[in-house]
Nanobody
Framework: QLVESGGGLVQAGGSLRLSCVVS????????MGWFRQAPGKEREFVAG????????YYADSVKGRFTTSRDNAKNTVYLQMNSLKPEETAVYYC????????????????????WGQGTQVTVSS
């Protein structure tokens, strides 16, 4: 089970930190990802992190503003979002995919097997 939290309403230029707590999985064997879906748009990749947290990957649109990290002792992955823009209003989802490859980040939604219910992020102008 994946449960996101931390969404809400923020002004443009503001920050939010999303959390995703994972239960029922051996967290340290899972690569994790963040996706978002705005109304009327397709789901898009935002960020991903390897099993160990040693490597991360970001969509070009969020590089330099968003940071993903994980705490394997707490079974939690985070997404720190800074300098938010109104067009980033969306439901944000975390996703998990088990892998034996410690250095891999998955960028496609259909590569993930487990998903959270999503948390709404609204950025006002």
């Amino acid at each position: 089970q994946l449960v996101e939290s931390g969404g809400g309403l923020v002004q443009a230029g503001g920050s939010l930190r999303l959390s995703c707590v994972v239960s029922g999985l051996t967290f340290g064997t899972y690569a994790m990802g963040w996706f978002r879906q705005a109304p009327g748009k397709e789901r898009e990749f935002v960020a991903g992190i390897t099993r160990s947290g040693g490597s991360t990957y970001y969509a070009d649109s969020v590089k330099g503003r968003f940071t993903t990290s994980r705490d394997n002792a707490k079974n939690t992955v985070y997404l720190q979002m800074n300098s938010l823009k109104p067009e980033e209003t969306a439901v944000y989802y975390c996703a998990a995919r088990t892998t034996i490859i410690s250095s891999i980040v998955f960028m496609k939604g259909d590569e993930y097997t487990d998903w959270g219910q999503g948390t709404q992020v609204t950025v006002s102008s």
